[in-house]
C-alpha cells in the first residue's frame, strides 16, 4: 500500500533529569545502548520505514545532538527549538509549521523496539487503511502503569485495538487496563488543534495523552498491539538491559560479556 506518510518528528529535549551527572553534559538522547546512541535506533527504524526526513526537536540548538548528525546524507534532519520544558504535548506541537499539514510519525528515541518489520512502518499501513492516528500499545506490569499513557479500548482485530480513551500517568487503581502507549505515533495533522486546546495535565505539562484523549471523543483513534521487544532505555536499568540484549546477539561481543556474567556468580 502506498505510504502517505513522509515525515517524523523525534523529541530530544527531554532533561534526563534520572541520567544525572551524566546528563549535565551529554542530551540523553546521545546516550548509549552498548555503542550506539539511542536517537540513532530512532533515525534507522525510520529510515527502514521509509520515512528520509525527520525534525528532531531539541532543548538547545548547537548541542551534541546536532553535531552527531552533521554531514549525515541519506536522511534529511532538521533542529527545532523548544525554549521551555513544558511536555511532550509541546515539544510536538513545535514541528507543526515543518509537518506542513501531513500525516506525520513521531517516534520517542527512549523506548527501543527490536522486530523484522519496524513498528512505525506496521503503524503507517494501519493508518493508511483507516485514516486516523494509530498508538503503538503493549502491555505492562503493575508497577509501570504509573510512569506510562494508558489506554481504555476495544480489540477489534488481530494487534489492532480502537481507542476509547487514553490517560497520562493515573494511579494503579484508576487505570483502565494495563495497555500501555509505548513511543510510537502516527498522527493525522489535526492533532496539533487538539494540542492547542490541552491545558496542562500530569506533572503540570500539555501532554499528547490528553490531546490524543480529545481526538479519540470526536473520532476514530487506533491502537497496534506491536508484536516487537521493547526496551525502556528511559531509566538507566533499562538502558543497560538493553546494551546486555543487544551484546549478547553479537557474535564478537557474546562470548566475553557471557563469561563475565558467570564469573560473577549470581
Ligand atoms: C511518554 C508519554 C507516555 C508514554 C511514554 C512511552 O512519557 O507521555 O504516554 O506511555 O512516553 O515511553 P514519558 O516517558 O515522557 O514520561
Known amino acids: 500500500m502506498e505510504s502517505r506518510v513522509g515525515k517524523a518528528v523525534i523529541p530530544a529535549a527531554g532533561l534526563g533529569t534520572r541520567f544525572l551527572p551524566v546528563t549535565r553534559a551529554v542530551s540523553k538522547v546521545m546516550l548509549p545502548v552498548f555503542n550506539i546512541p539511542t536517537i540513532e535506533f530512532a533515525v534507522t527504524e525510520l529510515k527502514k520505514s521509509g520515512i528520509n526526513s525527520v525534525a528532531i526537536v531539541v532543548s538547545s540548538l548547537n548541542s551534541d545532538v546536532q553535531k552527531y548528525f552533521e554531514g549525515t546524507a541519506d536522511v534529511q534532519v532538521e533542529f527545532i527549538l523548544q525554549e ?142 506491536f508484536p516487537g521487544e521493547h526496551f525502556d532505555t528511559g531509566n538507566p536499568a533499562g538502558l543497560l538491559e538493553a546494551s546486555i540484549a543487544l551484546a549478547v546477539r553479537d557474535p564478537e561481543k557474546a562470548p566475553g560479556l557471557i563469561n563475565f556474567i558467570k564469573s560473577l556468580n549470581l
Request: hydrophobic share 40%; net charge negative.
Open 84 to 225: 521551555k520544558a513544558n511536555g511532550l504535548g509541546d515539544a510536538i506541537l513545535q514541528a507543526e509549521k515543518w509537518v506542513n499539514g501531513e500525516s506525520f510519525c513521531v517516534v520517542l528515541p527512549d523506548d527501543l523496539i527490536f522486530g523484522e518489520i519496524t513498528t512505525i512502518k506496521q503503524m503507517i499501513s494501519i493508518h493508511s487503511k483507516y485514516d486516523s492516528t494509530v498508538l503503538a500499545l503493549k502491555t505492562v506490569e503493575d508497577d509501570r502503569v504509573p510512569f506510562l499513557g494508558i489506554v481504555e479500548s476495544q480489540q477489534i482485530d488481530s494487534l489492532i485495538h480502537r481507542i476509547n480513551k487514553c490517560v497520562e500517568k493515573p494511579k494503579l487503581l484508576e487505570a483502565p487496563s494495563n495497555l500501555a502507549i509505548i513511543g510510537r505515533y502516527v498522527f493525522t495533522n489535526d492533532i496539533f488543534d487538539y494540542i492547542k486546546q490541552t491545558t496542562e495535565g500530569a506533572l503540570g505539562e500539555i501532554q499528547i495523552t490528553d490531546a490524543i484523549n480529545a481526538q479519540a471523543n470526536e473520532k476514530s483513534v487506533y491502537g497496534y498491539e
